[in-house]
T-cell receptor
């Protein structure tokens, strides 16, 4: 299956600092990537859709100035949490869309990044 | 209006039995459906995708789709303790995939 990596796998930072998370599709090109956030024992919450070469589309309630997304190439999307605060502590997961032979796209998830803001 | 609904569980099934997970979706325009498994503290991994009405089998897993009833299910045969996880149902809509909240499955040794 398609492989998606994320870096770092975990990060601890001080309140007020910015953190960048990378998402890479390793063996396929992904024109579309997605960023999710998941709080403990909660469902995945879609934050934004990242399209290569264009601006990200944010879901309602997600601050685009706080969560900066850059999809600079067909294999890399980055999420920067700016001025992080303790309430931003969460599990951030990216996924990449892979076209399949049957004509439907399938999302493959990265391993996730656990962010802890002190 | 919830778009993909699942019973949160937990669903407890004896080892070796069949686990049956159910899901309903609201958007009749959805064409693609997925089942993901998520272990605690890990990201989801794709188990099955299904696009046509009927059954699709892959090893111990069988996905079932009924578009008329807007219903998707996942059967796990010969359940193993390692199948204990949260199972997420997902439906494609407008180039996005909408996830249900997941059903926690617990296989009893």
């Amino acid at each position: 299956g398609a492989v998606v990596s994320q870096h770092p796998s975990w990060v601890i930072c001080k309140s007020g600092t910015s953190v960048k998370i990378e998402c890479r599709s390793l063996d396929f090109q992904a024109t579309t990537m997605f960023w999710y956030r998941q709080f403990p024992k909660q469902s995945l919450m879609l934050m934004a859709t990242s399209n290569e070469g264009s601006k990200a589309t944010y879901e309602q309630g997600v601050e685009k100035d706080k969560f900066l997304i850059n999809h600079a190439s067909l294999t890399l999307s980055t999420l920067t949490v700016t001025s992080a605060h303790p309430e931003d502590s969460s599990f951030y997961i990216c996924s990449a869309l892979s076209g399949s032979a049957v004509g439907a796209d399938t999302q493959y998830f990265g391993p996730g990044t656990r962010l802890t803001v002190l | 209006q919830k778009e993909v609904e699942q019973n949160s569980g937990p669903l407890s099934v004896p080892e070796g039995a069949i686990a049956s997970l159910n899901c309903t979706y609201s958007d009749r325009g959805s064409q693609s459906f997925f089942w993901y498994r998520q272990y605690s503290g890990k990201s989801p991994e794709l188990i099955m995708s299904i696009y046509s009405n009927g059954d699709k089998e892959d090893g111990r897993f069988t996905a079932q789709l009924n578009k008329a009833s807007q219903y998707v299910s996942l059967l796990i045969r010969d359940s193993q303790p390692s199948d204990s996880a949260t199972y997420l149902c997902a439906a494609e809509r407008d180039d996005k995939i909408i996830f249900g909240k997941g059903t926690r499955l617990h296989i009893l040794p």
